[in-house]
């Protein structure tokens, strides 16, 4: 019975390496004659609810119509509201074993995960893909992702394990010269802006959110939309994170005409049980009897939230994608950072980072810098005009 088991796991290594061997053949033929150019595309998380990863992934579906693409994650989580316009798009799971020569391509949506700072492990399956994607000769590029300063020598090294047959695109100045310091490759670590930048707009459907809009602007007031982080309240207890919150509307409120859009970017409890967009709809049980004060929790998905910020003035996000939605659209961003993720995205746009930043810890001394920023209101405008035309060719860079 044991001699019988070993030749059955002989048979079956014997069957892995021939199929293998005739895959990477073909794949080798695939490579020369191009008989075959379906695309893999790891998205940065399983889209279970990060808006961001959401407008990344639709941004790249829309610059690839004419090919087939296997959306390849961890978990496969199927997206109706996102994707069901896509008929090329299909899903894969990373440990069901694909079929190399059907793809000519593979990439990697690196958003702000591949530094090591929320673990090297996941980085370490991500890198195990496009290795493998190499031996079978296929095109990889990592696209518009940033590097923290506080990035791992883990991580480090598996960078430049790969540089040789990878294309590096960071979205920030401030990645950019951080990867080329770390990764030896200079040849092949681009300049680019965020993939969400150039992620469509669609119309708003919310009557009443357009009907309130319509009654603040005839009041001529500067709208604002708000969007909370549900990982920085972990930094406080969730009382005092709210109530830092609500003050500092409360001030806003007193020093002008404001009104206040109390939104989200992301829908995972990351926090025990709250998510962005329970922070926002406790705000507003907080606010609502001010008329000036907006809320729904109707929103699904990062397409869907890009239309509200369409009839706003500014933004102050905890959120970086929530603030690239805005920025895309012309608003000025005031970001309540982390990691020094914003600063790369500020000064693209020739905006003082010390001038329109502060740090999540430092919620006390929100008002100070939201009165520093509104002094630059108009300057800021000027310069995303000025910049934004640049920043959205360096989005479509991605994809050359």
């Given amino acids: 019975m044991l001699k019988l088991i070993k030749i059955k796991v002989m048979l079956n290594l014997i069957i892995r390496r021939i199929y293998i061997s005739i895959d990477y053949i073909i794949s080798l033929l695939n490579s020369k004659f191009k008989f075959n150019n379906d695309i893999i595309l790891i998205p940065p998380t399983v ?35 996102l994707f069901r316009n896509y008929t090329n798009l299909k899903y894969g799971k990373w440990n069901n074993n694909l079929i190399w020569y059907k793809f000519s391509e593979i990439y990697l949506l690196g958003a702000d995960n591949l530094s090591g700072t929320y673990g090297n492990k996941e980085v370490e399956e991500k890198i195990k893909i496009l290795k493998k994607a190499n031996f079978f000769n296929k095109k990889v590029e990592i696209l518009g992702f940033s ?5 791992t020598s883990e991580v480090q090294k598996m960078f430049n394990e790969i540089k040789s047959f990878t294309k590096f695109k960071m979205r920030d100045p401030d990645s950019f010269d951080r990867a080329n310091k770390i990764i030896l ?123 509200y910020l369409s009839f706003v003035d500014l933004t102050i996000t905890s ?41 999540y810890t430092d919620l006390n001394n929100l008002f100070k810098i939201f009165e520093t920023f509104m002094d630059d209101y108009h300057k800021n405008c000027k310069l995303i005009q000025k910049n934004l035309p640049n920043i959205l060719k360096l989005s479509k860079k991605n994809f050359e």
């Fill in 47 to 81: 889209l279970n609810g990060s808006f961001g990863d959401e407008l990344m992934v639709v941004s790249f579906l829309n610059n690839f119509k004419e090919k087939n693409i296997i959306l390849y994650t961890e978990q496969i989580i199927e997206r109706d509201d």
């Fill in 147 to 151: 590097l923290s300063k506080s990035i």
């Fill in 185 to 307: 490759s200079p040849k092949n670590i681009i300049q680019v802006a965020d993939l969400a930048f150039s992620c469509p707009l669609i119309s708003c459907e919310n009557d009443d959110y357009i009907t309130w809009i319509k009654n603040q602007k005839n009041e001529d007031r500067i709208i604002i939309a708000i969007c909370p982080n549900s990982i920085h309240m972990r930094k406080y207890n969730d009382e005092e994170y709210i109530n830092q919150y609500v003050d500092f509307i409360k001030q806003i409120n007193n020093s002008g005409k404001y009104s206040f859009v109390l939104l989200y970017h992301d829908l995972r409890e990351l926090n025990e049980n709250w998510n962005d967009m329970l922070i926002s709809k406790e705000l507003y049980s907080i606010l609502k009897s001010y008329n000036n004060v907006y809320f729904t929790d109707k929103i699904i998905n990062g397409v869907q939230l890009k239309s």
């Fill in 319 to 359: 959120r970086m994608h929530f603030g690239i939605s805005g920025y895309s659209l012309g608003k000025p961003m005031l970001g309540i950072t982390y990691e020094n993720k914003f600063s790369g995205l500020q000064k693209l746009f020739e905006i003082s980072p010390e001038r329109s930043l502060i740090d």
